[in-house]
T-cell receptor
Framework: EDKVVQSPLSLVVHEGDTVTLNCSYE??????LLWYKQEKKAPTFLFML????IEKKSGRLSSILDKKELSSILNITATQTGDSAIYLC?????????FGTGTRLQVFP | NAGVMQNPRHLVRRRGQEARLRCSPM?????VYWYRQLPEEGLKFMVY????????ESGMPKERFSAEFPKEGPSILRIQQVVRGDSAAYFC????????????FGSGTRLTVV
């Protein structure tokens, strides 16, 4: 059965800290890996990773895919309270996204 | 260009009633996906539809749940004879023709069964 596992489940940090969120996947017909941020409502798209070893960056967020290890990490540097959210990792196979349970990040001032 | 529109935002139903959740995809998008999110859990795939076709319903419960995406109008997720365990947030996403990975999610419908 296809599955995506995220760790840690929950993370509590202070503003300014750097965090690393982990995602591993076992998915048949893997195409790409996506990261989303979910606050109160709909998940919002962060990154899509298709090629191994190529880092994608957006401001303080960056992510990389390791196809050999079937994993990805999401880094957030200099965290802010506005980064508090659930971060979801999803693997795309032939026709759908398979989500992990998410990492809940709480950033305190 | 409106995003993915879901309605209602909140829906309360008594056990045994029917729930109908609507999703209008983004303009130009012809692929619709429904996901369910239970409290403290990730999004679980339910069904993938194109206009007038169900492509993959491997995540749909075998009974009481059905989905459609007619030629005209929104996609509908229908839950008959709701039970307390159906209480969840139901998210719809759409993507362009070709079904690429560019999912856009709606804001979801939060169903509460009392």
């Amino acid at each position: 059965e296809d599955k995506v596992v995220q760790s840690p489940l929950s993370l509590v940090v202070h503003e300014g800290d750097t965090v690393t969120l982990n995602c591993s996947y076992e998915v048949t017909n893997f195409r790409s890996l996506l990261w989303y941020k979910q606050e109160k409502k709909a998940p919002t798209f962060l990154f899509m990773l298709t090629s191994s070893g190529i880092e994608k960056k957006s401001g303080r967020l960056s992510s990389i895919l390791d196809k050999k290890e079937l994993s990805s990490i999401l880094n957030i540097t200099a965290t802010q309270t506005g980064d508090s959210a659930i971060y979801l990792c999803a693997a795309y196979n032939t026709d759908k996204l398979i989500f992990g349970t998410g990492t809940r990040l709480q950033v305190f001032p | 260009n409106a995003g993915v529109m879901q309605n209602p935002r909140h829906l309360v139903r008594r056990r045994g009633q029917e729930a109908r959740l609507r999703c209008s995809p983004m303009k130009g998008h012809s692929h619709v996906y429904w996901y369910r999110q239970l409290p403290e859990e990730g999004l679980k795939f339910m069904v993938y539809l194109q206009k007038e076709n169900i492509i993959d319903e491997s995540g749909m419960p075998k009974e009481r749940f059905s989905a459609e995406f007619p030629k005209e109008g929104p996609s509908i997720l229908r839950i008959q004879q709701v039970v307390r365990g159906d209480s969840a947030a139901y998210f719809c996403a759409s993507s362009p023709p070709g079904g690429n990975y560019g999912y856009t999610f709606g804001s979801g419908t939060r169903l509460t069964v009392v």
